[in-house]
C-alpha cells in the first residue's frame, strides 16, 4: 500500500536485523545442548565448566537480541514521535528514545535516562506495529514474561528490579558480586521458554505489519528448540545446589583472599575459553563465516564483562575490607568508586586497591592496550544498539589486533592485584599471538 512505502524499508531492515540476532541466539542454544549432552556422557567427576559457560553465553546473546531489536523499533518510532499515526505525547517519545524529558518546556533533552529491558520491549511492541496502524499486544500475562521480570505467581506484582528472574540472572553475571553469579539457576530454567515467547511474539508482530504493508513476510524463525536435545532444568544437575551455593556465599564473605582470587580466575577463564573459539574457527572456517562471526561478538562482550566484573569485585572487597576494620576508605575514594564514566569507575577502582593493599600508586596500563579496551567497549555498544545489520559484523584484520591488546590491558590489571600475572599472562599472550599471526 503507497500509505505504508517508507516503511517497507524499515520493515525489511527490522527483519534482517531479527534474523542475524536470532542466528546467535540459536547457535549459543545449540552450544548449550551439545555441552549438555557431553556432559551426560562424561565421567561424574569431569569439570562442569563447559555447561555454565555456555549458559552464561547464551543468556548475554538472548538480551542481546531483545535489546537490539527492541532498541532499533524505539528509535524508528521515537524519530518519527510527530506522526499522527502514533499520538504520542513529548514525554512518551523521551521514554522511547531513552531520554530525559524536560517537564517545564515539554521537550526531549539529550540526557541518557535507561529503561529496564521489559520497559524497553513494552515500549517497542506497542508502538512500533502503531507506524502501521495496528494495535499489537503483548502478551505479558504467560508465565514466560513472568519468568523474565520475576512476577510472583497469583499476585500479578514483580518482585525488587534487578532483584530476580531472568532479568535479575542477566544484572548478577553482568556485575559479579558472588560465587552464585556464576551459576543461575534462573536462567538454567527459564532461558528456553522465555527465548520461546520472545521469537514467537516478534514473528508474530512482524508477520502482522507485512500484512499491512500488503507483502508477503519472509520465513520467520519462531521454533528455536526444534531439533535439540535440550532440558533446561536439568542444568541443575550440573552446578551446586541451592544450599551449597549458600555455603559458598559465606565463604565468598568471609576474610579469605582465596575466594576474591577463584573469582576472578573464574572470569579469566571464561574469557580465554572465548578466544579459542575465536582462534579455532577463524582458522578452519576464515572470518566471514557466520560462526566465526558469532565467536568474535562473543570475544568483545567477554572482554567488557571482564573489565566490569572485576571491577566489581574489586569494590566488593573494598567495601568489605572496610566492614572489618581493616581499611578505611576517603570520601573521596568512596565517590570515585561510584561516580563518573566507564573507565573512570575502573582506573579509580585499581588505583584504590592498589594504594590499600598494593603498590600504592595510580594504576597505569599501556596506552594501546587502553585504546583497545575503549574500542571493544564501543563494538559492545554497537552490538547492544544496532542501526543495521553490518553493525552485527566485524570482518577486518585489525578487529583480531584489538582482541590482543585487550587481553593485554587485562594482563596489567591481574599485577595490581597481584594475582600470577605470568602464568596467567601467558595464556593470554599465546592466544593474542595466535590471533595476530592471522591478520
Known amino acids: 500500500m503507497a500509505k505504508y512505502s517508507k516503511l517497507r524499508r524499515n520493515l525489511l531492515d527490522l527483519t534482517a ?45 538472548f538480551f542481546a537480541h531483545m535489546e537490539g531489536l527492541s532498541y532499533f523499533m524505539r528509535r524508528t518510532a521515537g524519530q518519527a514521535g510527530n506522526s499522527k499515526r502514533l499520538g504520542i505525547t513529548t514525554k512518551q517519545r523521551a521514554d522511547l528514545l531513552e531520554r530525559r524529558y524536560d517537564r517545564d518546556r515539554d521537550r526531549v533533552t539529550d540526557i541518557l535516562d535507561t529503561n529496564t529491558v521489559p520497559e524497553n520491549l513494552k ?40 532483584n530476580r528472574g531472568l532479568v535479575g540472572a542477566r544484572n548478577r553475571m553482568t556485575h559479579t ?3 552464585e553469579d556464576f551459576y543461575s539457576i534462573e536462567a538454567a530454567q527459564t532461558l528456553t521458554p522465555c527465548l520461546v515467547w520472545f521469537l514467537r511474539s516478534t514473528a508474530e508482530m512482524l508477520r502482522e505489519c507485512y500484512q499491512q504493508v500488503g507483502v508477503d513476510p519472509p520465513e520467520l524463525d519462531d521454533h528455536p528448540t526444534e531439533g535439540l536435545e535440550f532440558n533446561a532444568s536439568a542444568f541443575k544437575e550440573f552446578s551446586t545446589t541451592r544450599e551449597e551455593m549458600d555455603r559458598e556465599t559465606v565463604k565468598w564473605q568471609s576474610r579469605s583472599f582465596l575466594a576474591f582470587q577463584t573469582a576472578i580466575r573464574l572470569l579469566w577463564r571464561e574469557l580465554n575459553r572465548a578466544i579459542e573459539d ?33 571491577a566489581d ?31 573512570d569507575r575502573i582506573v579509580a577502582t585499581y588505583t584504590v586497591f592498589s594504594a590499600k593493599f598494593g603498590q600504592e600508586k595510580a594504576f597505569s596500563a599501556d596506552p594501546n592496550h587502553w585504546q583497545a579496551v575503549r ?30 591488546n585487550s587481553l593485554g590491558w587485562l594482563v596489567d590489571t591481574l599485577q595490581v592485584i597481584h594475582l600470577d600475572a605470568d602464568l596467567i599472562g601467558d595464556q593470554g599472550r599465546r592466544s593474542g599471538s595466535s590471533i595476530t599471526s592471522k591478520e
Request: proline content about 4%; glycine content about 4%.
Open 375 to 404: 574500542t571493544v567497549l564501543g563494538y559492545r555498544n554497537r552490538l547492544t544498539h544496532p542501526l543495521r545489520v553490518r553493525d552485527l559484523t566485524f570482518n577486518r584484520p585489525s578487529t583480531f589486533r584489538v582482541i590482543a
Open 123 to 162: 515500549l517497542a511492541f506497542r508502538y512500533y506495529p502503531r507506524l502501521f496502524d495496528i494495535n499489537f499486544t503483548l502478551n505479558t500475562n504467560s508465565p514466560s514474561w513472568n519468568a523474565l521480570v520475576a512476577i510472583e505467581p497469583n499476585s500479578g506484582v514483580a518482585t525488587k528490579p534487578g
Open 17 to 61: 536485523l531479527n534474523s542475524a540476532l536470532s542466528f546467535d541466539t540459536r547457535l549459543a542454544l545449540l552450544r548449550v545442548s551439545q555441552s549438555y549432552r557431553e556432559q551426560m556422557e562424561a565421567d561424574e567427576t569431569t569439570d562442569h565448566f563447559e555447561v555454565s559457560y555456555w549458559h552464561r553465553v547464551f543468556v548475554r546473546c
Open 313 to 343: 569485585l574489586l569494590r566488593r572487597y573494598l567495601a568489605q575490607a572496610q566492614e572489618r576494620n581493616e581499611i578505611t576508605l576517603t570520601e573521596a575514594e568512596e565517590r570515585s568508586l561510584e561516580s563518573g564514566q566507564f573507565f
Open 177 to 179: 558480586g558472588r560465587f
Open 278 to 310: 575465536t582462534n579455532l574457527l577463524l582458522k578452519h572456517r576464515g572470518l566471514d563465516d557466520p560462526t566465526t562471526q558469532f565467536a568474535v561478538k562473543n570475544s568483545y562482550r567477554i572482554i567488557i564483562v571482564y573489565a566490569e566484573g572485576s
